[in-house]
């Protein structure tokens, strides 16, 4: 398994993971002498039929070309032999002009006929060969790609906040179905254009025994340039990822539009677009210096291909002088001379190419091999398709979710927790117990780790040390399914599905949510009342880019309630839910807390401290550690941390 520069050992995030260059090239190395194999292996379970057509009909393909420089020397030779025998004896009517009669014509005409058998079935192939080849690609492509959500779905989310990781997921995911379909082109074209060039080879070693190793010769030369330079370009991608990534952000910051109103009205545009220019700029010109370089090796190869080339057609000339072969000889060995020439380009190119792309997805690889901790058994949910494809991946199925409380325990025992290669503990040993029903309010400064505990009370992050138990339960001997079961949440961050309103809403609890339940949940949220007025009520397709309708921040927050409301989960987690709501929308939801979490344990993030009256126990944080736990009413009087907060804030209302 392998591991990304930082990335923590085992269990315990911050290790050093970082490896040598030469370490890491020797593992890169040994990756992609191993990718073919496993590619080829992963065609032939994906798309077996089609990958037994497509080999045999690459193999036949090049067996086919050669015969047809048998077949013409034969038609060549008999075309000759009867021209000779009628020009011998001609009769009186075609005298100054000779004609085959109907006696050599017999001799000749076969040898058409195999001739066109020899093209037609050359087509006939090609066609069959295409049609499997996009089955192979598309099928492959698709099992890769679900490998990559499957690990991605899989891995801790911490992890997604260090920047080799990304680095990793970005270099899998990028052009990688382009990559695939390329490498497998590649590999067919590999085996076809050896086969020919074999069978091509053993046409001339019967002729001349010097002839095809004077032509093996001339090529190797750009064979290995091209290897060179190719992995040369693909090294320079590899380590230049982040430099792309940051051209890309640029690109973006000034196209999307989410963030055209800022660079409108600060004026960003030139400072971005020369930041950008500058990097692109960079990047393009160590690009030319590759191809530069490469474009005069191929030249320096070519005249060595050149020169083996014309030493072929000396050694020809000389066996044509002496008299040592026939006008069909000569034919096809011109013709086999020039397919040679052909088919070694096109062996050089895929190969070159099918080591590029190999490089390339040695990146897939290399993310699929990423030793990073799994939180809880990955499950999606599942259909008997995606059980058998799970199985033949080796993902065993989470048991179906037991029947769950209405509500929860959780209780934090000595939990501390980091980030992948950090130095500082973002929560120290925070012990805090809610009961079940119970409504707590998180309060603390920005950075005081709140967020951070609510995703290690979630599962999505492991603590470095300590447990969390929910119901009793450590949370990560818990199935993941069945472990999200439990909660329902809104964070500051929420999602924008690009589906309609109606799917929004369903998301929260896609197994079983009738119609009734997302109307409820929406009128619960306050969402309701908007969702009336669009074009097509519950059923509008929402988000511009896919031809939708677009909902302002408040409006998609009121969704992203509802989609935790329609849950009915025993545990309701608000991140700071009001964020993008005006007074009266926030009033509402405040006013409708009690009435969305009757019952349930709650869990409410905000920085305006009147809403955390609500709670029944308020936990204040500073600095990772729990300094302060009570009631609105006995935090002020305490005077502590909360009471200084609750001051500062009133005094914006007196």
Not at 263 to 289: D, G, K, P, Y
Not at 430 to 449: D, H, P, Q
Not at 551 to 578: C, F, H, M, N, Y
Request: proline share 4%.
């Amino acid at each position: 398994m392998s591991r990304y520069p930082g990335a923590p050992r085992g269990d315990q995030p911050g290790g050093n993971g970082a490896r040598s260059n030469a370490d890491q090239a020797n593992t890169l190395k040994r990756r992609t002498l191993f990718l073919i194999p496993r590619l080829v292996w992963a065609a032939a379970r994906s798309a077996p039929l089609s990958s037994i057509v497509l080999v045999s009909g690459a193999v036949a393909g090049g067996v086919v070309a050669a015969l047809e420089l048998v077949v013409i020397q034969r038609l060549v030779d008999a075309l000759a032999a009867a021209l000779a025998a009628t020009a011998a004896a001609p009769s009186v009517e075609s005298a100054g002009a000779v004609s085959l009669p109907a006696t050599q014509l017999v001799a000749v005409l076969p040898w058409v006929g195999w001739l066109a058998a020899a093209m037609v079935g050359q087509t006939l192939l090609e066609l069959v060969g295409h049609l499997a080849e996009v089955d192979v690609q598309e099928r492959v492509g698709m099992h890769l790609q679900r490998q990559v959500i499957l690990k991605a779905h899989s891995v801790e989310l911490v992890y997604f906040e260090h920047p080799s990781f990304y680095d990793a997921l970005e270099r899998a995911n990028q052009d990688m179905g382009g990559r695939i379909v390329t490498l497998m082109r590649s590999l067919v074209e590999v085996l076809g254009s050896t086969t020919g060039m074999i069978a091509v080879l053993v046409v001339l070693w019967q002729t001349h025994w010097s002839l095809a190793p004077i032509m093996v010769v001339g090529v190797v030369p750009g064979f290995w340039v091209m290897l060179a330079m190719r992995k040369k370009t693909w090294w320079v991608y590899r380590i230049r990822t982040p430099q792309n990534r940051l051209a890309i952000y640029f690109s973006n910051l000034l196209t999307r539009r989410e963030d055209a109103k800022e660079v409108r009205l600060f004026t960003l545009a030139r400072h971005l677009l020369e930041r950008w220019l500058a990097l692109a700029q960079s990047l393009a010109v160590e690009r030319r210096q590759l191809e530069s370089k490469q474009a005069w090796l191929g030249a320096l190869t070519s005249l060595v291909s050149t020169a083996a080339y014309s030493g072929c057609l000396l050694i020809i000339a000389s066996l044509i002088a002496g008299a040592a072969v026939t006008v069909g000889t000569f034919s096809m060995l011109m013709q086999a001379l020039q397919q040679f020439a052909m088919r070694i380009g096109q062996v050089m190119q895929s190969l070159s190419g099918v080591h590029e792309q190999s490089l390339y997805l040695s990146d897939l690889y290399e993310f699929l091999e990423i030793d990073a901790p799994r939180s809880t058994p990955a499950q999606i949910p599942a259909t008997a398709e995606t059980v058998r494809r799970d199985r033949e991946a080796g993902i065993e199925g989470a048991p179906i979710p037991r029947e769950l409380p209405h509500a929860a325990e959780i209780q934090l025992i000595d939990v501390s927790f980091r980030y992948p290669g950090g130095d500082r503990l973002v929560l120290e040993d925070v012990n805090l117990l809610i009961k079940r029903g119970e409504r707590i309010a998180l309060i603390g400064e920005n950075g005081a780790g709140k967020s951070t505990l609510i995703r290690l009370i979630l599962g999505l992050y492991r603590p470095t040390t300590g447990r969390i138990l929910l119901d009793g339960r450590d949370i990560h001997t818990i199935p993941r399914e069945e472990l999200h079961r439990y909660f329902a949440a809104v964070f500051q961050e929420y999602a924008r599905y690009q589906f309609t309103v109606a799917d929004n809403i369903r998301f929260g609890r896609l197994w079983d949510a009738t119609d009734a339940d997302v109307r409820r949940a929406a009128q619960q949220s306050g969402a309701d009342e908007f969702i009336q007025s669009l074009p097509e009520g519950y059923g509008t397709l929402l988000g511009r880019p896919l031809g939708g309708v677009d909902l302002s921040g408040g409006q998609w927050q009121k969704l992203a309630i509802a989609r935790a409301l329609v849950r009915q989960a025993p545990v309701v987690i608000l991140d700071e839910p009001t964020a993008a709501l005006d007074p009266k929308a926030e009033a509402e939801v405040y006013r409708q807390f009690g009435e969305m979490t009757r019952g349930r344990t709650a869990i409410l993030i905000s920085h305006r401290l009147g809403s955390a009256r609500l709670a029944d126990r308020i936990v204040v944080l500073k600095g990772g550690r729990i300094v302060e736990t009570g009631t609105h009413d006995e935090l002020l009087r305490a005077g502590g941390e909360y009471a200084g907060f609750f001051t500062l804030q009133a005094q914006w209302y007196q």
